[in-house]
């Protein structure tokens, strides 16, 4: 039987795994509720003093490693890390290939508002495509390249440039579902990766008799050995753990102080949230739908929630509003991976879960998601909370017919 949260609207089935204390309440709202309870004051300081052991004794070398994309939470990140722990910065960056106007916009504005060195990681384009070809047939997952290689780039250059302090922004497993405590200060590292953004699938994986991966593909996906790791002594940490992570209130932040740019999403009311990307928030978030029950929407909702931004029924009203919306882009990715719409339509559909997509007709389903099951009490409709909390401080049309930017280095005032 699936079980709701009694406080936001996450169920029993999440990927990432929940649980519920004798209230009903799941693990992700009664950690986020160490938010209120600790001294972030006192955790800010812990924070420097763990710093303090990695900055570098000549001014000229960096201190440590910032991951940065034009969305996320990488303004934020680096305003902490630059202007709060006054830090030296190297900044990375994976390129996804899927990239919006919006996300290289952002990540040019970056750099020069920081005022900090970046170093791109472009993987030859033929061996993504082969990749993502595999991934999404054999694993479901359009997603695994971008993954794999946003969470092994950051590491190679720590090793490579002798830089031992990687900085992460926010931890997916304690925002989300209560994975560890604040105070536990879990890391990023080797295991994490493996279990939780590659859900057990690691290069070596995708190797099979009947597809056309090679070695040479796969080499930048993989992670570095435990000796390199231990000869520099490499260490991820997450910013959440020490500072009071909102991002609805970090992004209003960063677009006043820095000019960050949101966009309106087909499928979120959120403006921030992977701006940078055709896919996430489209083909991306259906296969997250088709296969969990649940898209994107939902973990938004649910943070509002916590925050005490939205209630449980608004937010169960935004779910059904924004789950439905038409998939975009489908053309341009199939296009991109050079296989019929026909194809990638047999694909989508062979993902289905069953427990959540009753087919009665070919190609014909029945709508069983999460947001079908739940029962919320109704309350008065908040319909400013869009309007409020979600500035769409720059609008552009992705509609009009574009091609996805493979690399942009600049972008026009």
């Known amino acids: 039987m699936i079980k709701f949260c009694k406080r936001c609207l996450y169920s029993s089935e999440h990927p990432l795994g929940i649980t519920f204390n004798e209230e009903g309440i799941c693990s992700g709202c009664t950690i986020h509720d160490e938010k209120d309870q600790l001294n972030w004051i006192d955790r800010f300081k812990r924070l420097k003093k763990?710093?303090?052991?990695?900055?570098?004794?000549?001014?000229?070398?960096?201190?440590?490693?910032?991951?940065?994309?034009?969305?996320?939470?990488?303004?934020?990140?680096?305003?902490?890390?630059?202007?709060?722990?006054?830090?030296?910065?190297?900044?990375?960056?994976?390129?996804?290939?899927?990239?919006?106007?919006?996300?290289?916009?952002?990540?040019?504005?970056?750099?020069?508002?920081?005022?900090?060195?970046?170093?791109?990681?472009?993987?030859?384009?033929?061996?993504?495509?082969?990749?993502?070809?595999?991934?999404?047939?054999?694993?479901?997952?359009?997603?695994?390249?971008?993954?794999?290689?946003?969470?092994?780039?950051?590491?190679?250059?720590?090793?490579?440039?002798?830089?031992?302090?990687?900085?992460?922004?926010?931890?997916?497993?304690?925002?989300?579902?209560?994975?560890?405590?604040?105070?536990?200060?879990?890391?990023?590292?080797?295991?994490?990766?493996?279990?939780?953004?590659l859900f057990n699938t690691e290069p070596e994986n995708l190797y099979k008799l009947d597809n056309n991966l090679r070695e040479e593909d796969l080499i930048n996906y993989k992670y570095p050995d435990d000796k390199n790791l231990n000869s520099i002594g490499v260490r991820g940490i997450y910013l959440s753990n020490f500072i009071r992570w909102d991002p609805t209130a970090q992004h209003l932040e960063m677009i006043k102080k820095y000019n960050f740019k949101s966009a309106k999403l087909q499928r979120t009311f959120d403006t921030y949230d992977h701006v940078d990307c055709y896919n996430y928030m489209n083909i991306h978030d259906h296969l997250k739908l088709l296969k969990h029950g649940y898209s994107k929407v939902t973990d938004h909702v649910c943070r509002e929630i916590r925050h005490k931004r939205i209630s449980r029924y608004n937010g169960s009203l935004l779910v059904k509003k924004y789950q439905k919306q038409k998939i975009k882009y489908l053309d341009l990715f199939s296009k991109w991976l050079s296989i019929s719409k026909h194809s990638l339509d047999f694909v989508l559909n062979r993902s289905r879960n069953k427990k959540y997509w009753k087919e009665y007709d070919i190609n014909k389903f029945k709508d069983n998601t999460l947001i079908k099951k739940i029962s919320v009490k109704k309350e008065k409709i908040f319909n400013n909370f869009e309007r409020k909390y979600f500035k769409r401080k720059y609008k552009i049309n992705l509609d009009k017919k574009e091609d996805y930017i493979i690399f942009g280095k600049g972008y026009k005032n």
Request: hydrophobic share 35%; with cysteine.
């Open 50 to 197: 763990i710093i303090n052991t990695y900055r570098s004794k000549k001014r000229s070398n960096y201190d440590c490693i910032v991951p940065v994309t034009g969305a996320g939470d990488s303004y934020y990140v680096m305003h902490i890390v630059k202007n709060k722990l006054k830090l030296n910065p190297l900044m990375v960056s994976y390129n996804k290939y899927f990239n919006t106007p919006i996300g290289i916009n952002n990540l040019a504005n970056l750099r020069m508002k920081f005022d900090a060195d970046i170093i791109f990681k472009n993987v030859n384009l033929n061996s993504v495509k082969k990749i993502t070809r595999h991934t999404l047939l054999e694993h479901k997952n359009m997603y695994w390249h971008i993954l794999a290689g946003s969470t092994v780039f950051p590491v190679e250059v720590a090793i490579n440039y002798k830089i031992p302090l990687i900085i992460w922004g926010a931890h997916q497993g304690v925002e989300q579902v209560g994975m560890y405590s604040h105070l536990h200060e879990p890391e990023m590292t080797r295991r994490y990766r493996h279990d939780h953004h």
